[in-house]
T-cell receptor, first 116, second 114 residues
């Protein structure tokens, strides 16, 4: 079945540092989603990507849809303590998200800790 | 305020007991989903529904049941057949009618065994 490999598993950084994480798939996706989850809360959508090569920003966050359509990257610039949480990538569990199943597959997450 | 409401926030189950987790959305979304999250792991799909009165099994449906009698509601029952129910349960919804719309999540219900 489809799998999403997310790395790194965890990151411990100093406030002000930049962060990079990535997600790779065993198959081609037509959509990539990045979520952030804080302790005891549900995931919140950060960025949605729909086109190979697409680069999208949301404040200090920037995500890219890899040109091979099998990977995606999330960067956080000038990290702050409230960036702490688990970041998940997600992609469709069927060849055409928005089609019959609407299923998502999630990566295992990247835990980010920011030292003030 | 539009959103997805899950209740209760915390739930305790005795051995052999069925419990039902509530999920309500006022976003007018067609599709709704239930996920299970275990510590240090990603989300795994339990059940999903694309339309009222219809639902499909996800990857880990055994020991769970759902209903979709109303568009805004998708309750999940954790039955006594689910031998390891302790987890964080997340409900999500999505609008199918506008291209590749992403799923949006509620704040979860944490279920524990007494």
């Amino acid at each position: 079945g489809q799998q999403l490999n997310q790395s790194p598993q965890s990151m411990f950084i100093q406030e002000g540092e930049d962060v990079s994480m990535n997600c790779t798939s065993s198959s081609i996706f037509n959509t990539w989603l990045w979520y952030k989850q804080e302790p005891g809360e549900g995931p919140v959508l950060l960025i949605a990507l729909y086109k190979a090569g697409e680069l999208t920003s949301n404040g200090r966050l920037t995500a890219q849809f890899g040109i091979t359509r099998k990977d995606s990257f999330l960067n956080i610039s000038a990290s702050i303590p409230s960036d702490v949480g688990i970041y998940f990538c997600a992609g469709p569990g069927s060849p055409n998200y928005g089609g019959a199943t609407n299923k998502l597959i999630f990566g295992t997450g990247t835990l980010l800790a920011v030292q003030p | 305020d539009g959103g997805i409401t899950q209740s209760p926030k915390y739930l305790f189950r005795k051995e052999g007991q069925n419990v039902t987790l509530s999920c309500e959305q006022n976003l007018n979304h067609d599709a709704m989903y239930w996920y299970r999250q275990d510590p240090g792991q990603g989300l795994r799909l339990i059940y999903y529904s694309q339309i009222v009165n219809d639902f499909q099994k996800g990857d880990i449906a055994e020991g769970y049941s759902v209903s979709r009698e109303k568009k805004e509601s998708f309750p999940l029952t954790v039955t006594s057949a689910q031998k390891n129910p302790t987890a964080f349960y997340l409900c999500a919804s999505r609008n199918r009618g506008r291209g590749n719309q992403p799923q949006h999540f509620g704040d979860g219900t944490r279920l524990s065994i007494l």
